[in-house]
């Protein structure tokens, strides 16, 4: 269920700092690409590219078809109900629980010669499927 808390004033304002967000995102990575080892900053601008037209689709969805969002989109947008918000939340914790083991497996992994940028990646990788995996249990349970 949504509810109907957009208004004209908050769609500005979020209008506003998505373009500063594309801005910073952007001038970042022209940053790395220029100052960072390898193809970071390239990988950098297309995991952007990739997380912008995602929460483009989000917004396209939740503007035309409210009613045939997901809990995510519903939560993520904070446009949804209470229990939205209660399951985003409850999933947001058990990744932060989950991401100082994580991250310390990955730095032992770096400690015994693993390479920094696959390790890294792999670090990035699992948090995403963490996150997603307590989402979809804990809003199917409740």
Request: proline share 2%; hydrophobic share 55%.
């Amino acid at each position: 269920m949504s509810t109907d808390r957009h208004t004209d004033k908050r769609r500005a304002l979020a209008l506003g700092v998505g373009l500063a967000t594309v801005a910073l995102l952007i001038a970042v990575g022209l940053l790395l690409r220029e100052h960072a080892p390898g193809n970071m900053g390239v990988g950098f601008l297309q995991g952007a590219a990739v997380g912008l037209i995602g929460v483009a689709v989000m917004a396209w969805r939740l503007s035309r078809r409210p009613e045939r969002t997901t809990a995510f989109e519903r939560a993520w947008s904070q446009s949804g109900d209470e229990r939205d918000d209660a399951v985003l939340t409850r999933a947001l914790a058990v990744l932060g629980l989950l991401a100082l083991p994580l991250t310390g497996v990955a730095g032992i992994a770096i400690g015994l010669g693993a390479a920094v940028e696959m390790m890294l990646a792999l670090l990035i990788l699992a948090e995403v499927l963490v996150g997603a995996a307590a989402f979809a249990v804990i809003n199917r349970r409740s």
